[in-house]
């Protein structure tokens, strides 16, 4: 910005157009993400304003240089502008204004205060006014997250969705939906039939995306929800279509890898082991290609699963050997654990006692250091292990307790493999706070 730009502009017309360019330069500025400009040109046009007679310029001026002072990470400078507005007009119904204040707590991680706020904000905008309404409610849903409150979470992304359904806004509608569903999960409080609703009608809004990147891991994040709810079909048919989305221009071998192993996870869940296979090592090769350790070792677990189901107790140990030594060289202790009880049920199966000893005490060790929450798979690899220990204390030294002891495991494998052998791909979720968005006031 030049002196002379400004100065012109005070020469056309007068002080108050002066106030309206350096107001519509800070606007822009505030696209352009360059915020201290912003600043500068908001504080500008305040002090300006206070040489005119007090009016809804000033006060413009004012909520223009908190929302700049937010916008910059000054959140309680930008409060102070806020409270203010409201003092010198409590009783007008400001819904813009009350949204900018409750930002700026959310900013100051006050969100109880934000909350109050932003609900005030929903409260305010007419009906018209769906965009506004539905960034209201989304601000209001993530506040209610960090407070601990999945149930009004889920209620406030809902009501987002379908703000965002009524401005034509679909992508923004589905995400909303889908969060919806995620925090009635959460929450424990909705039925199973309310949250597959819930997610149908995220769907329906889905059909209409047309950015092959933002459906796909929409899709893949709701099949995640419908594989927790122990839909299969449902979650491998979103994992289907995901996949159809991951090519051309879209294509990335990371994205692909995701999908794949999710959609081996899910043949598995089905008893379709023979099926599953290709799924699980063509994720494991990608994670591979990308050096992703974790990745790797989670489709591994999968292969060996679906391997020892299908009685083919040598591919098994082999691959969870190698998700062992996967998991081993990024430090993930829980996936060792669980690779070492797959291990010792495979090696049970293979008639091989003392190595299914051996590998269920390291499960035990490992589980320990891994501080678990709770004790539950510990309980479990506990049973296994008394299992493997009255069946040699019941044979004698021979082939045929070999044979007997790899009889014996194959009749009662559902109790041999632990409950988290079925490993999904989530992504990294939430709660990533949307942007500030604040509200800007125009000059008339």
């Known amino acids: 910005m030049s002196s002379s730009g400004v100065a012109g502009s005070s020469e056309n017309g007068g002080l108050p157009a002066e106030i309206e360019w350096l107001t519509r330069s800070g606007s822009q500025a505030l696209e352009k993400d360059d915020r201290d400009q912003a600043l500068a040109l908001f504080k500008k046009a305040f002090l300006l304003s206070n040489t005119l007679p007090e009016g809804q310029m000033q006060r413009t001026c004012l909520f223009n240089l908190g929302a700049a002072y937010t916008a910059a990470g000054r959140a309680q400078k930008g409060l102070k502008c806020f409270v203010k507005c409201r003092l010198q ?20 991680k006050e969100y109880a205060k934000a909350v109050r706020f932003y609900r005030k904000a929903v409260g305010g905008y007419a009906p018209g006014q769906a965009n506004s309404m539905g960034d209201a409610l989304i601000k209001l849903a993530y506040c209610c997250v960090s407070l601990g409150d999945a149930t009004s979470a889920a209620e406030s992304f809902s009501w987002a969705g379908q703000s965002y359904q009524h401005a034509g806004r679909r992508e923004d509608a589905a995400m909303a939906l889908r969060e919806s569903a995620n925090y009635m999960i959460r929450s424990g409080g909705v039925s199973e039939e309310q949250v597959l609703g819930v997610l149908q009608e995220c769907l329906q809004t889905s059909r209409g995306i047309t950015n092959p990147s933002l459906k796909g891991k929409l899709l893949n994040d709701v099949g995640l929800h419908y594989a927790e709810l122990k839909s299969f079909h449902a979650a491998g048919q979103c994992f289907s279509e995901a996949l159809a989305c991951c090519s051309g221009q879209n294509f990335s071998i990371r994205r692909r890898a995701v999908l794949l192993q999710n959609m081996g996870a899910i043949h598995n869940a089905l008893q379709r082991y023979a099926e599953s296979l290709t799924y699980h090592t063509e994720s494991a090769e990608m994670y591979g290609s990308l050096v992703e350790r974790k990745g790797q070792g989670e489709s591994l677990c999968n292969l060996a ?13 082999l691959h969870y050997q190698e998700a062992l030594q996967a998991f081993a060289d990024i430090g993930d202790l829980r996936g060792q654990w669980q690779v070492c009880e797959g291990l010792g049920a495979t090696h049970f199966c293979l008639g091989n006692a003392d190595q299914a000893l051996s590998y269920y005490k390291q499960a035990l060790v490992l589980f320990g250091e891994s501080k678990e929450a709770s004790d539950v798979p510990k309980e479990r690899i506990w049973r296994k292990l008394k299992d493997v220990l009255d069946s040699v204390g019941a044979l004698p030294e021979s082939e045929s307790r070999r044979q007997a002891l790899s009889t014996c495991a194959q009749s009662s494998l559902s109790t041999k493999f632990g409950e988290d052998s079925l490993r999904f791909s989530v992504p990294k979720q939430h709660c990533e706070r949307p942007g500030s968005e604040l509200r800007m006031g125009m000059l008339q």
């Open 89 to 108: 007009e409590p009783e007008q119904r400001d819904a813009d204004l009350h949204f900018n204040i409750a930002i700026a707590y959310d900013e100051l």
């Open 305 to 317: 699963y679906a391997y020892s189901q299908m009685k083919n107790y040598q591919a098994a140990a």
